[in-house]
T-cell receptor
C-alpha cells in the first residue's frame, strides 16, 4: 500500500492569511508516461461528505475558488489556501489514485486563529 | 446532476453482517465508471473499502477483503456493500462515491453520497 502522510495534523490561521498543508506519499505517484501525478485533495466540512477540490495534484475542480491551489510532484505535495475564509474551516485530505488500495492521508484540520 | 444515496440499517449486532445499498441517480451505473465504498469511524480519517465496475469486476482493500462483498444491480442503478463478522471497530459513517475515469483508467472520487452511520452494538 502507498502510505500518505500529511503535516501538520492541525493548523490555525488568521482570516485572510495563507494556509499550507503538506502531503507525502511513501512511493511516487507520478505516472511518468503521462506526466501526471495521481493525487487528489478533498475538503470535509463538519457533518458533510468529502468534497473534491484538486485532482492531478494541481487541477482545480469546477467551482472551487481560485484561492485553493495544489502543487508538487512525485512524493511531495502541497495544498495552499492563499487567503483563508471562514467557510474554509474543515479537515483536508490528500488521496492517491495511482494504485489500489486507494489511500488517504490522516487529515489536516484547519481552524481560524 | 449525479446523486448518490446510501441506505441500510443504522444498527448491526456484533458478528452479524452489515448491508448497505447506494442508489445512483443522474448517471447510469453502466456508464463506464467504478463505484466505491469509503468509511470513516467517528472522529477519524477515511478508509477505502473497495469498488465495483458495472461488469461486476471488483477490487477490495486487503485489510477487509476476507469480509467484504460489493455487488452491482444495473437494472435498479445501484450497488451494495456487505461486510460480515462485524465488530465495534466497524462502526463508521459509510460513504458511496463515484470514481471518475476514462478509457485509460479510473481516478479520483468526484461525487459522494451524504453517508450513513452504521453502529455495531448489541
Amino acid at each position: 500500500d502507498i502510505v500518505m502522510t500529511q503535516s501538520p495534523d492541525s493548523l490555525a490561521v488568521s482570516l485572510g492569511e495563507r494556509a499550507t498543508i503538506n502531503c507525502k506519499s511513501s512511493q511516487s505517484v507520478l505516472y511518468s508516461s503521462k506526466n501526471k501525478n495521481y493525487l487528489a485533495w478533498y475538503q470535509q466540512r463538519p457533518g458533510q461528505p468529502p468534497k473534491l477540490l484538486i485532482y492531478w495534484a494541481s487541477t482545480r475542480e469546477s467551482g472551487v475558488p481560485d484561492r485553493f491551489s495544489g502543487s508538487g510532484s512525485g512524493t511531495d505535495f502541497t495544498l495552499t489556501i492563499s487567503s483563508l475564509q471562514a467557510e474554509d474551516v474543515a479537515v483536508y485530505y490528500c488521496q492517491q489514485y495511482y494504485i489500489t488500495p486507494r489511500t488517504f492521508g490522516q487529515g489536516t484540520k484547519v481552524e481560524i486563529k | 446532476q449525479v446523486q448518490l444515496q446510501e441506505s441500510g440499517p443504522g444498527l448491526v449486532k456484533p458478528s452479524e453482517t452489515l448491508s448497505l445499498t447506494c442508489a445512483v441517480s443522474g448517471s447510469s451505473i453502466s456508464s463506464g465508471y467504478y463505484w466505491g465504498w469509503i468509511r470513516q469511524p467517528p472522529g477519524k480519517g477515511l478508509e477505502w473499502i473497495g469498488r465495483i465496475y458495472y461488469t461486476g469486476n471488483t477490487d477490495y482493500n486487503p485489510s477487509l477483503k476476507r469480509r467484504v462483498t460489493i455487488s452491482v444491480d444495473t437494472s435498479n442503478n445501484q450497488f451494495s456493500l456487505k461486510l460480515n463478522s462485524v465488530t465495534a471497530a466497524d462502526t463508521a459513517v459509510y460513504y458511496c462515491a463515484r470514481e471518475w475515469g476514462d478509457y485509460e483508467g479510473s481516478y479520483y472520487f468526484d461525487y459522494w453520497g451524504q453517508g450513513t452511520l452504521a453502529t455495531v452494538s448489541s
